[in-house]
C-alpha cells in the first residue's frame, strides 16, 4: 500500500500505553495495557497523519475494512454489549483507532472509559491470557482477509 511505512513512527506515549500484538495491511495492532477494558488500538503506519481524511481514499477504505474486522472479532470473543470506536487524538496527536468492548452495568457505563478508572496494567499471566484470546482475530488483520 502506497505511503505505508515510509518514516512512520510510533507516538511514544502510545509505546509506553500498548503492547505490540502485531501488524495488518495498514496498521500497527496495539492492545492498551489495561486490563479493565477489552481494548485494541489500530495505529496507520502512515507518517504525519492526524485525522481520517488525511489518508489516501484507499488507505481509508483500508482503515475501516480493518476497524469492521477487528471490531467483530472483538465482540465475538468477549460478548460486549456495545463497541466504542473512536479517534479522539487529544493527547496523542498520531492519527489512532480505538476498539473498546463495553458491557452494561461496566464501571463506566453509559459514559466514556476515559478517566473512570485508574489503567490496570495486565499481569504477565492476564497479558498471555488476552493475547492468546485475540490471537485468531490478529491472525485474520495480519493475513488481510
Not at 481520517?52 to 465475538?76: D, N, T
Not at 453509559?110 to 490471537?135: F, I, N
Request: negative net charge; proline residues 7%; charged residues 20%.
Amino acid at each position: 500500500m502506497s505511503g505505508v511505512g515510509q518514516s512512520f513512527v510510533l507516538h511514544e506515549r502510545l509505546a509506553a500505553d500498548t503492547v505490540s500484538l502485531g501488524q495488518s495491511r495498514l496498521c500497527e495492532i496495539r492492545l492498551m495495557n489495561d486490563s479493565n477494558w477489552p481494548w485494541v488500538l489500530l495505529v496507520p503506519r502512515v507518517a504525519g497523519v492526524r485525522e481520517i481524511y488525511q489518508l489516501a481514499p484507499e488507505q481509508q477504505r483500508q482503515l475501516l475494512a480493518e476497524s469492521s474486522l477487528l471490531g467483530e472479532g472483538m465482540m465475538e470473543l468477549f460478548g460486549g454489549d456495545k463497541l466504542n470506536v473512536a479517534a479522539l487524538g487529544n493527547m496523542v496527536p498520531q492519527l489512532h483507532l480505538h476498539h473498546i468492548v463495553r458491557f452494561d452495568g461496566d464501571p463506566a457505563w453509559p459514559g466514556p472509559v476515559w478517566g473512570k478508572l485508574p489503567p490496570q496494567a495486565y499481569s504477565a499471566d492476564e497479558l498471555a491470557a488476552v493475547t492468546g484470546r485475540l490471537e485468531p482475530v490478529i491472525k485474520t488483520l495480519e493475513s488481510g482477509s
